[in-house]
């Protein structure tokens, strides 16, 4: 098998538990694109949450984000977008506000909050989800840095969102530290039709149209570059990463995936903080 395509996740697999690039991942990515690879940044992270990372690594790669809810070329600008419908979206927001659960609306225009210390909770969550080992305090610092960076934007009211033209629906993000809670907002969002659910964290749950999964969107992403997803590598920590390895020829769990992520892969890779992407991409060129 001749690689001609990676895809990477970001959080827990493509950075490390300070929400950076390491040297040796960049250096990786840079060889891969000497080569002729195309490297494609796959993450449930908005567009704007996932340039603010790669800026400042200097790196300029086409990027599947919001779960493949949006595409877009290395300079920016939208390939294709998969969003829920406004029904959608208001009939999942009434049902996690119904089961008590908080939750964020990602938009073509950005991230919106109506909750900025339950912002910073679910980041954290994520955050250490991908990295257990870190300390809370390192953790919760990235969190607060998303608002300082203007990467998330507060509202009193969703419901403008909903309502108006100007704002494409890509994702909900929930969360509840209440198990039950939890259990009982996906069950009322599975009765939606359309929906698909996945998950980023421990304690949330990813709500796209199901057409905006990563898997989907890469096949969409290889096609219109002439790539066979037999040719493309997929690396990967979590549960929105399954829709991926399940299509490519080599799926690569990180180290510091679960076990349940790890079963469903070819090979295991080092863990994020010991530059695990860099590794997977040196052994295939």
């Given at each position: ?82 969003p829920l419908s406004k029904d959608q979206a208001r009939r999942a ?193």
């Amino acid at each position: 098998m001749m690689i001609k395509c990676i895809a990477t996740d970001m959080d827990g697999t493509l950075l490390n538990s300070t929400q950076d690039i390491t040297e040796e991942n960049k250096a990786a990515i840079l060889k891969a694109q000497e080569q002729g690879i195309e490297v494609v940044v796959a993450t449930g992270r908005s567009y704007q949450e996932a340039t603010f990372v790669l800026d400042e690594a200097g790196l300029k790669l086409p990027i599947i984000c919001v779960n493949g809810a949006e595409v877009r070329s290395k300079d920016g600008s939208v390939i294709a977008t998969n969003p829920l419908s406004k029904d959608q979206a208001r009939r999942a927001a009434e049902a996690l506000a119904r089961t008590g659960n908080y939750f964020e609306v990602y938009t073509s225009q950005g991230t919106f909050t109506n909750d900025p210390d339950k912002a910073i909770t679910i980041m954290t969550d994520i955050f250490a989800s991908a990295n257990p080992e870190v300390p809370m305090e390192t953790l919760v610092r990235g969190a607060h840095e998303r608002f300082h960076k203007g990467l998330v934007q507060v509202v009193d009211d969703y419901t403008p969102l909903f309502n108006d033209d100007e704002h494409t629906i890509y994702k909900l993000l929930a969360f509840s530290i209440d198990e039950q809670k939890q259990e009982e907002g996906k069950k009322s969002l599975s009765e939606i039709e359309g929906l698909a659910l996945s998950s980023s964290g421990h304690l949330n749950i990813e709500i796209t149209s199901e057409k905006a999964q990563k898997g989907i969107a890469l096949e969409a992403f290889t096609e219109s570059k002439g790539i066979s997803l037999a040719d493309t590598m997929a690396i990967g920590d979590n549960q929105n990463d399954l829709s991926m390895f399940a299509r490519v020829g080599r799926a690569v769990a990180m180290g510091n995936a679960d076990f349940e992520i790890q079963m469903e892969c070819d090979v295991v890779t080092s863990a994020n903080d010991e530059s695990g992407v860099a590794e997977a991409i040196l052994e295939v060129l």
